[in-house]
């Protein structure tokens, strides 16, 4: 069965850095555009970043840009998202997501898979 597990959340300072990974299982990672999605207590579940099946095109919310880097490695059937700068309305839970979509979506539904999440805390 697919998996998508995430990891590297925790707890940083206002300012601080976190990188995210994503490893999938089960699915033909090379054809799957992924995902990242977060979701903040009270909130809806929002996009943040995308990549494209062979990492070659990206995609990223306004509210990330120039401070997120999302990456994969086809190999290693992981994708990666750098958070740099974070400020303490970034925490949220965050999720990988697989699409087998061609065109990257905002929209959670054009997703195929979905990992538990991984806890992400800025302090100010």
């Known amino acids: 069965q697919v998996q998508l597990v995430e990891s590297g959340g925790g707890l940083v300072q206002a300012g601080g850095s976190l990188r995210l990974s994503c490893a999938a299982s089960?699915?033909?990672?090379?054809?799957?555009?992924m995902g990242w999605f977060r979701q903040a207590p009270g909130k809806e579940r929002e996009f943040v970043a995308a990549i494209s099946r062979s990492g070659g095109s990206t995609y990223y919310a306004d509210s990330v840009k120039g401070r997120f880097t999302i990456s994969r490695d086809n190999a290693k059937n992981t994708v990666y998202m750098q958070m740099n700068s974070l400020k303490p309305e970034d925490t949220a839970l965050y999720y990988c997501?697989?699409?087998?979509?061609?065109?990257?979506?905002?929209?959670?539904?054009?997703?195929?898979?979905w990992g538990p999440g991984t806890q992400v805390t800025v302090s100010s």
């Open positions: 089960g699915l033909t990672f090379s054809r799957y555009l």
């Open positions: 997501a697989a699409s087998g979509n061609f065109i990257a979506s905002k929209s959670g539904s054009t997703y195929d898979y």
